[in-house]
Each structure stands twice: as C-alpha cells, then as structure tokens.
C-alpha cells in the first residue's frame, strides 16, 4: 500500500512540475525621456509573437510583467515609441531614430541581432533588467 501511495505521489509532483506557471517580471531602464510608451513583444522559440503590450515611461523606466508561461525558450523586443506613433521611427538610411532593445541585452553590429542571441531558457520566475539602445 506504501508503494502506492509513494507512486501516486511521485506522478502528481511530476504531473505539476511538468504544467509549472512562471512569471516573467521585465524592468527597462535608462530610458531617454518620459515621453511616450514602451512597445513590448515576447516571442516563443519558434519567432511566433505570443503577446504584444504597450507599457508607460514613467521616471525613465517602464515594467512589464507577463503571468503564467510555461517553461521553455523565449524572446523579448521593445522599442521606445516616443511620438506615440505606433511604429519605430528610423532615418534616412534606416537606422533607429527611437530606443530599442532585446532579451539578454544583445546589441547587433551593423544590422539587428540574430533571433538565436534573443532566446532566453524560463525555468522559474524570471527578473530581467534591460536597457534600450539610442
């Protein structure tokens, strides 16, 4: 009979660890001003857009929080929407005019980052600080 009630118990922790909720807590700092919304995407592995928010600028930082993901890979991408357009505002010659930024502070060299340097592995709550590019 200890057999199992030890099994049973051993199935059901296993059977909740395997559905585990995390939270995903997203700090942005260093913003250049108060102006303007933070424009948020969290992506799964695969590249699909799981969830999109807009976030205020308040004393040059924006907080994101995102409840109950699963354990697994994903990605993070923002942009500082200064004029409040919606959309990111580059130069002539396509170059960022507004902050942006992205998981694991990756910065590209002469072109966005590789999506594979975004990818960050969530196995528990996660607080992650980033801070965007101007």
């Known amino acids: 009979m200890k057999k199992v009630f030890f099994m049973c118990f051993a199935l059901n922790l296993i059977s909740n660890f395997s559905y585990s909720q995390f939270n995903l807590d ?5 913003i250049r ?24 600028v ?3 930082k924006s907080s994101i929080s995102i409840k109950n993901l699963k354990p697994g890979k994903y990605a993070v991408r923002y942009f500082h929407d200064e004029n409040l357009n919606g959309k ?12 942006y930024g992205f998981s694991n502070n990756v910065v590209g060299k002469r072109a966005m980052p590789l999506f594979e340097e975004w990818l960050f592995e969530l ?8 801070k965007p590019t101007y």
């Open 88 to 99: 990111m505002e580059t130069n002539m010659v396509g170059k960022p005019t507004e902050g």
């Open 123 to 130: 196995n528990g709550d996660t607080k992650m600080a980033l």
């Open 26 to 30: 997203v700090e942005i700092t260093e």
């Open 33 to 56: 001003n108060n102006t303007g919304n933070i424009m948020f995407q969290l992506f799964d592995e695969n590249e699909k857009v799981l969830m999109q928010e807009m976030s205020p």
């Open 58 to 60: 308040k004393d040059l």
